[in-house]
């Protein structure tokens, strides 16, 4: 069942947080609807700007509506991922997605709020819910690159302001994360002092945290002894995702990691089993492999075992 996310966050906030993964394919799709229904979770399933290019969008909701069928106990909300404005609407008028993010987080920021208020004007109107950014992350994100040096974390201050002029229903905040495999210099980590900030600026209202995902160490290990190039990849600590979802994130967005499993079952059965050609040899694996991985990090996002008690919630 697609949902919005505004009820899963009512739920969650404060206790535990959402997953919200990336896919671009039906091998990812299978997974990630396995993973949810085995750790028996609510999620977010998220469609980028460059995966609706990649496998057409027509085609990724056929995949969707289709999986949304062989998993019925299935509770999601289907969201946009960095939309820009244009693709926003087309996502609203689409009737498909429950949950767009208008990402203006480039520009400055009376243009942003003017962008998401008017994002957040034509969501409203067909009952679609949008997730707004302020403050910039660092790392690889689609078209853009982002130097560490660029990157500037959000002020609460301004995320209070920024929240009540342009009507958003939640928000994703830059504390100190970033996207892709490479994430952190030396010891740093997340800022929770800043997040603890935004809450007390912000309290009850919906956080994300982009740039999420954890580049197990032992992942990175298996890809680089199968041939992989991942040198010093480096993640968010999964065990940090409680704590963060106390100081009010209800979204963490996963998207790399993924990528690594993928990469790490290709190269061992290719390095192992030279002679396979045979695409749905990875693929079944894949798709076992991706469910269990999703399940692991339900567990750490504290929404396995939530799927039945937000069923009565969700409409
Ligand atoms: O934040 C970006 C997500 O990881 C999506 O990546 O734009 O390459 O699909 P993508
Ligand atoms: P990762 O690159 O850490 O998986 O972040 C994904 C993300 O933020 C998608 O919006
Ligand atoms: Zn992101």
Redesign the pocket.
């Known amino acids: 069942m697609i949902v919005t996310t505004k009820e899963l966050f009512k739920h969650a906030y404060g206790k535990y947080a959402i997953g919200?993964y990336?896919i671009n394919n039906l091998e990812q799709c299978m997974g990630l609807f396995r993973g949810n229904i085995d750790s028996e979770a609510p999620f977010i399933l998220?469609i980028?700007k460059g995966a609706r290019e990649y496998a057409d969008k027509r085609m990724l909701e056929a995949i969707i509506r289709t999986a949304d069928e062989v998993f019925p106990k299935a509770i999601f909300a289907v969201h946009l991922?960095?939309g820009d404005e244009e693709t926003c609407y087309e996502c609203i008028d689409s009737g498909f997605y429950s949950s767009v993010m208008i990402d203006a987080s480039h520009a400055s920021f009376d243009e942003n709020v003017a962008i998401t208020k008017r994002v957040v004007e034509a969501a409203h109107a067909k009952g679609v819910v949008v997730e707004a950014e302020l403050g910039v992350?660092g790392?690889v994100?689609e078209h853009i690159k982002v130097d560490e040096g660029d990157a500037r974390l959000t002020n609460p201050e301004e995320a209070e302001e920024f929240v009540a002029r342009s009507g958003c229903d939640s928000l994703a905040c830059a504390i100190g994360?970033?996207?892709?495999?490479y994430?952190f210099a030396g010891s740093q980590g997340i800022h929770f002092d800043v997040l603890e900030g935004i809450q007390k600026r912000l309290p009850g209202f919906p956080l994300v945290m982009?740039?999420?995902?954890s580049v197990p160490q032992e992942e990175v290990a298996r890809i680089n002894a199968a041939g992989g190039d991942l040198g010093g990849a480096k993640?968010?600590d999964e065990n940090q995702f409680a704590r963060s979802a106390q100081l009010g994130v209800t979204k963490v967005?996963?998207?790399?990691?993924?990528r690594l499993v993928w990469c790490r079952v290709h190269r061992e059965m290719f390095r192992d089993q030279p002679a396979v050609f045979d695409l749905r040899k990875p693929g079944k694996i894949f798709m076992s492999e991706y469910a269990n991985f999703i399940a692991h990090k339900n567990t750490k996002l504290g929404s396995a075992g939530m799927l039945e008690k937000v069923r009565g919630l969700v409409k």
């Open positions: 919200a990336n998220q980028s991922d960095h992350l790392g994100e994360t970033s996207h892709g495999a994430k982009h740039g999420s995902s993640g968010v967005n996963i998207d790399t990691d993924g």
